[in-house]
């Protein structure tokens, strides 16, 4: 079985896909992670976004790896972990355009596919359900408020001792939202048959058991 969930910044989605992953025992996917990776790697080699040609080059030599250690997921960019580094701010950031980039989605849509092939998978990012895993047997789509999901990445970031203001995170979200719903290729949008959740007023575990019992209903 093959879950997609999809949906904008801050909604929750990695959170709640590795719950539920975890539940199941389903293997969890985290394809952002792969787009902050490519990210990674071109800000270390201070290659612009506005640079496709040089950005598709660079893909052709570069090798990202999911494994997991301990049953816990790395993430490793031509060979060295850096499942850490990707989630400073800065990455975060550039993750929103570069995976803009046709090029870039294409690659990583060739792994994440590959990857769900092999086993009970759930994956989660902004075109699963559209694009990475249209057959996908069930989708969800969750979101949320803009302030209530700055307010979670500002809480998150704060708690690993990086400094970054609520306006900031809170326009950096919003421009998120705006590239990835706008972007030509493979855009953020909740495709016809996903299930829409609204996590606002909700906690990890109410989400967690509301999607978990449609999932256990549609196994049945």
Not at 139 to 148: P, R
Not at 172 to 189: C, G, T, V
Request: aromatic share 6%.
């Amino acid at each position: 079985m093959k879950i997609a969930i999809d949906g904008p910044a801050g909604a929750g989605k990695s959170t709640i896909a590795k719950k539920l992953a975890g539940e199941l025992g389903f293997v969890y996917l985290d394809t952002g992670a792969m787009y902050r990776a490519v990210a990674l790697k071109m800000l270390n080699l201070q290659i612009e976004p506005t640079d496709s040609k040089r950005v598709e080059e660079t893909l052709e030599k570069t090798a990202i790896e999911i494994r997991y250690e301990n049953g816990v997921q790395k993430v490793f960019l031509d060979g060295w972990d850096v499942s850490e580094k990707i989630r400073e701010h800065a990455v975060s950031k550039a993750a929103s355009d570069f995976s803009a980039l046709s090029c870039v989605r294409i690659k990583m849509v060739e792994l994440q596919r590959e990857l769900a092939e092999k086993r009970n998978t759930i994956l989660d990012g902004r075109d699963i359900g559209t694009f990475v895993l249209p057959n996908a047997e069930i989708k969800f789509f969750l979101t949320a408020s803009v302030d209530e999901r700055a307010k979670r990445r500002h809480a998150e970031l704060s708690a690993k001792g990086m400094n970054c203001s609520f306006e900031e995170i809170k326009r950096d979200i919003e421009q998120r939202d705006y590239n990835d719903s706008h972007r030509e290729f493979a855009p953020l949008k909740k495709a016809d048959d996903a299930i829409t959740v609204d996590t606002t007023s909700m906690s990890i575990e109410q989400v967690a058991a509301h999607m978990l019992a449609i999932v256990r209903k549609k196994e049945a």
